[in-house]
């Protein structure tokens, strides 16, 4: 039984070091609820381990109905149940941080619901709504006053935040106009304040109440992650300061409509939890390749080691790459872009089209690794035929990229793609440049600048359906006009000729296997294969000696 006002209820947790003294809670009389009435507010006890809350009832100034209901329902009449619908359709599946059945009574009895939340919820799925079909005289939704409104409500709501506030600053970060660095900050403290960084298992709470903390502390821990590597700031969560369980089934049973609540189509859930899971799972291992080379302690060790930078960080990558090799092998079908023959569905259901955001995080984790690896190719004295290999590894993972974006069609670019997406597009261009501005010989540059100029075209036709896109366009173009400064480029012959040497011999092994070549010459010995599963099969790497594989991708 859900307690009244739950959602919209402040709660804080009493960490150990504190003026209030722990210890002494252990010694109060608490009612049938766990709680008692300490000064001026109350205290619950969640579990036996001496883990407290205050609750807060009053909240001044923050997540209160002033901003009325009706008065966010008039920012987006007549369309409000309409996009209640297309929420539940089209986000819920995939980012179930809310009880739909819950939320859906609240909505029809105008009781019980936040307008922050409601807010939130129309914000983020005014995207698929057609304006355009309505009659005539239908006003459109007020989009900016929405998103205004919603802004304001949350910042308020964050001084006393409540579990409310948590899934509305979630979902508000889903648009990636709004998913700020400092809000996501203020997201992550906020639900501290909620202990929602703590093992809830053995709390004094129903089972429906644990799976929700637990789905919206993952929701939270990939938005940080994601964040972290969007705005290049240090991530807020840290593993020693965090005791979530990984999810399982139970932890969802509650999430959707139990079919008794709505007209709700159940089909539309689908495969989400489990999307939703192997995505958590994906950001576990983005969070380690973070915190192993892009923190500045990481920096500085791997600039300290000189010309043995790239031996250094390939045996540290070793773990990572295993993760995504097993990872990416241990997907179910469901959650393929392809069939069991390699080729792309051809039916693509609104189930199926949510995939596409799952395997567009997938390639730009590993080329948040191989990004890495190829810069620390520039110290000087580094072995070349090492460099060749990292290369030429990094020149597959680039292309798999590139060849996973061209084969998306109009039902995966219309459906729910988080914020990270926009940029995650845009790291494929900026992986691209990073090889072309690297490049040893002009030869390599240009075959990279010809796939630029194939990736650029593809983003513009796909930026009819995924407006979001032009963020990637646009980064690619503001790349495009820097490379000017960058000097040209010697042709294969030229550098030939100045080394004296012929250049080093390319390997024609299948595609993938070089990162076992990378293992063996850094020094491991083991193999740590990372296949990508959309690789071009029409381009190999030994491509880069004779200019071939520059063919121009089946256009969408």
């Known amino acids: 039984m859900i307690r009244p006002g739950f959602f919209n209820q402040s709660t804080q947790h009493i960490g150990m070091t504190t003026e209030l003294e722990p210890t002494l809670l252990d010694y109060l009389p608490l009612d049938q609820y766990d709680e008692c009435t300490v000064s001026n507010s109350r205290v619950r006890r969640c579990a036996d381990d001496g883990t407290f809350m205050r609750v807060i009832d009053t909240v001044p100034g923050g997540d209160s109905h002033a901003v009325s209901l009706d008065v966010i329902e008039s920012l987006v009449a007549p369309y409000g149940s309409t996009l209640i619908e297309k929420f539940f359709d089209h986000v819920h599946p995939s980012f179930p941080i809310l009880i739909e059945d819950v939320?859906?009574?609240?909505?029809?009895?105008?009781?019980?619901?936040?307008?922050?939340?409601?807010?939130?919820?129309?914000?983020?799925?005014?995207?698929?709504?057609?304006?355009?079909?309505?009659?005539?005289?239908?006003?459109?939704?007020?989009?900016?006053?929405?998103?205004?409104?919603?802004?304001?409500?949350?910042?308020?709501?964050?001084?006393?935040?409540?579990?409310?506030?948590?899934?509305?600053?979630?979902?508000?970060?889903?648009?990636?106009?709004?998913?700020?660095?400092?809000?996501?900050?203020?997201?992550?403290?906020a639900a501290f304040e909620l202990g929602l960084h703590q093992d809830c298992t053995n709390w004094r709470m129903d089972t429906w109440e644990k799976g929700l903390?637990?789905?919206?502390?993952?929701?939270?821990?990939?938005?940080?992650?994601?964040?972290?590597?969007?705005?290049?700031?240090?991530?807020?969560?840290?593993?020693?300061?965090?005791?979530?369980?990984?999810?399982?089934?139970?932890?969802?049973?509650?999430?959707?409509?139990?079919?008794?609540?709505?007209?709700?189509?159940?089909?539309?859930?689908?495969h989400g939890p489990l999307l939703f899971c192997h995505m958590v799972a994906l950001t576990t291992i983005l969070s380690d390749i973070l915190d192993r080379f892009y923190t500045l302690h990481a920096i500085e060790e791997f600039s300290a080691a000189g010309n043995q930078r790239t031996r250094m960080i390939l045996e540290k990558a070793k773990p990572a790459q295993i993760r995504l090799k097993d990872w990416f092998s241990s997907l179910p079908p469901s959650l393929k872009?392809?069939?069991?023959?390699?080729?792309?569905?051809?039916?693509?259901?609104?189930?199926h089209a949510r995939n596409g955001a799952l395997h567009l995080a997938y390639f730009a984790t590993e080329i948040t690794l191989h990004r890495c690896i190829v810069r620390s190719l520039l110290a000087e004295g580094t072995d070349q035929y090492l460099a060749h290999i990292c290369r030429s590894a990094a020149k597959t993972r680039l292309i798999s990229a590139m060849d996973f974006v061209n084969r998306l069609r109009p039902a995966h670019l219309r459906s729910f793609w988080p914020a990270s997406a926009r940029t995650n597009f845009s790291l494929i261009g900026s992986f691209g440049m990073l090889l072309r501005i690297t490049a040893p010989t002009n030869e390599e540059a240009d075959f990279y600048r010809v796939r630029l100029c194939e990736y650029r075209w593809t983003l513009g036709v796909s930026h009819k359906n995924a407006e979001f896109m032009g963020f990637a366009l646009q980064s690619l173009d503001n790349a495009t006009a820097l490379h000017?400064?960058?000097?040209?480029?010697?042709?294969?012959?030229?550098?030939?000729?100045?080394?004296?040497?012929?250049?080093?011999?390319?390997?024609?092994?299948?595609?993938?296997?070089?990162?076992?070549?990378?293992?063996?010459?850094?020094?491991?010995?083991?193999?740590?294969?990372?296949?990508?599963?959309?690789?071009?099969?029409?381009?190999?790497?030994?491509?880069?000696?004779?200019g071939e594989g520059m063919a121009s991708m089946a256009p969408l």
């Open 337 to 351: 872009m392809e069939t069991s023959t390699g080729e792309l569905v051809e039916t693509i259901t609104d189930e």
């Open 103 to 189: 939320f859906r009574q609240s909505y029809r009895e105008r009781r019980g619901l936040s307008p922050l939340l409601l807010a939130a919820v129309y914000v983020l799925t005014l995207k698929f709504v057609d304006v355009g079909a309505a009659s005539q005289t239908a006003r459109k939704p007020d989009a900016a006053r929405l998103e205004a409104s919603a802004l304001k409500l949350l910042m308020d709501s964050l001084q006393f935040p409540s579990v409310s506030t948590i899934q509305a600053g979630l979902l508000l970060t889903q648009k990636s106009t709004l998913a700020t660095a400092s809000l996501n900050g203020q997201l992550v403290t």
């Open 484 to 546: 000017k400064h960058v000097p040209a480029k010697p042709g294969i012959a030229e550098l030939m000729a100045l080394s004296g040497k012929n250049a080093p011999p390319m390997p024609t092994s299948a595609l993938g296997s070089y990162d076992d070549a990378m293992m063996d010459a850094a020094g491991t010995g083991a193999s740590s294969s990372v296949i990508s599963g959309l690789a071009s099969p029409a381009t190999s790497v030994s491509d880069m000696d004779d």
């Open 213 to 270: 903390r637990k789905r919206l502390a993952w929701a939270l821990y990939m938005q940080d992650k994601w964040s972290s590597l969007v705005h290049g700031r240090p991530s807020h969560i840290f593993a020693f300061n965090w005791t979530v369980k990984d999810l399982v089934e139970q932890d969802f049973s509650d999430a959707f409509s139990s079919g008794t609540d709505s007209s709700h189509d159940e089909t539309a859930v689908g």
